[in-house]
């Protein structure tokens, strides 16, 4: 992270040098994290369990019989909190992305990590899930080391067959899910229960996803937070002075060493007994007592570790806590600093920008195109034609007729198979037209027409095309 370390008992920058998950000759460092237990475990335990089990029943959720929340990318439709959005919404999905962005931002510079700690789906399935289950197959970190280093006796078949059995269980439910948010549950349980062979894309999909789930779970594991999450990355950035984060009090720790019995040490040591749990429980390896790092994803697995040997050692808990660095330079803790104020400006008025553009946007839309490869068709008695797609949209909750008319004389509409148009509610639909006129009447080559869409005789949208034509009498 570009933030310098501020812990002048340190040489400031060299554990920059090297990432604690690779070793010197390159090669994957394998981190075993301690088992941990205490205040902030056991809060982020409760709250896993709430968000998993919103997360699991989120494709499930239905209002009025339509999904709460779908983010079919494949079909370019997105349900959102039910409120659904289709691709001539672009311009409301980016105004709801840079929401998110900047509120993302706001927070960070804020609570810094917390997020990454306590509710993304990567930490909440990696600590809360996977490495659960781990410890309960293979024991803690210790017995995991030892286990990985032994022979393959039947011992230790059992336990990685088991393990792998239950991680590539897991890996397919979260598969499943994410299918299910992409194209709906509907459409997962006809993956499900048909043969493979009927929906290829389908079933390769939900293999592809559970395929990624169990290598980052089983093997990638904290590589995915350290080197590929573009949020992490971001820290460097946002983080400053005044961002809480969980945060090593090098003022009070410092100089750090064991506690010796019936020694006065000169000069006096500080609270930081030198045990090294902090770093033993760090599902990232580092070692926080060097400052604020990339790494560092806020699990507060460090905090609850060192409280239970200040407990221990009889010395006042919260050695590392979640507090800014002026806080534990200075003792303030400063929230509303200029960015903070900069940001929350930002913010309100996209939201009001969001809210505007959906209290203004129209709840059926059209787009005609020419049909792609064709000019004009000569008709009988004179007449010429072009023809046009139609597409038609309706956001609305209810059945919807459109007609179509054109402003223009002589000109007659012919819709194909149909005197209107009937679309089913929350659908889009794809039609054909006809402009016909008579070809005595044709004036230019390409003449500008405006088409007007109705819905219950009330317009409601014009579109412009043109007509082609060649002026003059056609050949018989
Ligand atoms: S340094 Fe502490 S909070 Fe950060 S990842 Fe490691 S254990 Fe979690
Ligand atoms: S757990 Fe606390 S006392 Fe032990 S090394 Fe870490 S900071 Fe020091």
Request: charged residues 20%; neutral net charge; hydrophobic residues 45%.
């Amino acid at each position: 992270m570009a933030k310098k370390n501020q812990n002048p008992h340190l040489n400031p920058e060299t554990f920059r040098d090297a990432l604690a998950s690779v070793g010197d000759d390159g090669k994957r460092n394998w981190v075993y994290p301690k088992k941990v237990k205490g205040f902030y475990f056991r809060y982020r335990t409760y709250l896993s369990w709430v968000l998993l089990a919103v997360l699991f029943a989120g494709p499930f959720i239905r209002i009025d019989g339509r999904p709460y929340m779908l983010f079919n990318i494949f079909e370019r439709k997105f349900i959102i909190f039910g409120a659904v959005f289709w691709p001539q919404d672009t311009i409301l999905l980016i105004f709801l992305l840079l929401i998110l962005f900047v509120f993302v931002i706001l927070f960070t510079v804020v609570f810094g990590r917390v997020w990454c700690g306590w509710a993304c789906p990567q930490t909440l399935f990696m600590e809360m899930v996977f490495r659960k289950i781990e410890y309960l197959i293979e024991g803690d970190a210790n017995q995991q080391r030892t286990l990985n280093e032994a022979p393959w006796t039947g011992e230790k078949i059992w336990k990685k067959g088991l393990k792998t059995t239950v991680f590539a269980f897991i890996s397919l439910l979260i598969g499943h899910l994410v299918m299910a948010y992409l194209i709906g549950v509907d459409e997962v349980r006809e993956i499900v229960t048909r043969p493979p062979s009927e929906n290829i894309a389908g079933f390769t999909g939900v293999l592809a996803f559970s395929g990624i789930f169990m290598f980052v779970f089983a093997w990638f594991r904290e590589q995915a937070c350290i080197v590929v999450c573009p949020y992490g990355r971001l820290q460097g950035v946002l983080l400053d002075d005044n961002s809480i984060n969980v945060i090593y009090d090098y003022i009070r720790g410092e100089p750090r060493g064991p506690i010796r019995k019936n020694v006065v040490e000169e000069p006096a040591k500080g609270d930081c007994v030198d045990c090294g749990l902090c770093v033993q429980v760090c599902p990232t390896g580092i070692d926080i007592r060097n400052g604020t790092q990339m790494e560092c994803v806020n699990c507060t697995a460090c905090i609850d570790a060192c409280d239970e040997v200040m407990v221990k050692v009889e010395r006042p808990t919260g050695l590392i806590r979640y507090a800014s660095e002026n806080s534990v330079k200075g003792g303030v803790q400063k929230l509303f600093t200029g960015r903070v104020r900069g940001f929350s400006l930002v913010l309100v008025v996209l939201l009001g920008a969001f809210v505007a553009l959906i209290a203004t946007r129209d709840e059926l839309a059209g787009t005609v195109t020419r049909f792609p490869g064709m000019t004009y068709q000569e008709r009988e008695a004179g007449r010429v034609s072009n023809l046009y797609n139609i597409t038609l949209i309706n956001k609305t909750f209810e059945q919807q007729r459109v007609e179509i008319d054109v402003l223009a004389d002589g000109m007659d509409v012919e819709i194909v198979g149909a005197k209107e148009w009937v679309l089913a509610p929350q659908t889009k639909f794809e039609g054909r037209f006809f402009l016909v006129r008579n070809q005595a009447d044709v004036k230019v080559p390409q003449e500008k027409v405006t088409l007007q869409l109705l819905n219950h005789g009330e317009e409601f949208d014009e579109i412009e095309t043109n007509f082609m034509a060649p002026v003059g009498a056609l050949k018989q």
